[in-house]
Nanobody
Framework: QVQLVESGGGLVRAGGSLRLSCVAS????????MGWYRQAPGKQRELVAH???????HYEDSVKGRFTISRDNDKNTVYLQMDSLRSEDTAVYSC??????????????WGQGTQVTVSS
């Protein structure tokens, strides 16, 4: 079992930055592939980025060059640095611990989510 707690969301103007953090409990963090997902109102949840246990990363096309996912295994924490934010980035962001299968992130455990609102 892995418990995940996100923080760092908030209200920011377009063009601004936020850094989300997700702290995990349990020893499985270092071997887990971690993902950040988001769900905007009226839309399906989508993967934003994932990072493997070896720190290989993958990004959804709309955030490439603007968002950076990273992890600190000593702190059991995964981060999402979000720069050049746009109004369309407004969503609830959740982290998930899981596995990679064929390069696709499969989430097993979820955090409760943190709201990110970007004003134009």
């Amino acid at each position: 079992q892995v418990q995940l707690v996100e923080s760092g969301g908030g209200l920011v103007r377009a063009g601004g930055s936020l850094r989300l953090s997700c702290v995990a409990s349990g020893r499985a963090f270092s071997i887990s592939a971690m993902g950040w997902y988001r769900q905007a109102p009226g839309k399906q949840r989508e993967l934003v980025a994932h990072i493997s246990s070896g720190s290989s990363t993958h990004y959804e096309d709309s955030v490439k060059g603007r968002f950076t996912i990273s992890r600190d295994n000593d702190k059991n924490t995964v981060y999402l640095q979000m720069d050049s934010l746009r109004s369309e980035d407004t969503a609830v962001y959740s982290c998930a611990a899981g596995i990679l299968r064929g390069g696709i992130h499969q989430p097993l455990f979820w955090g409760q989510g943190t709201q990110v609102t970007v004003s134009s």
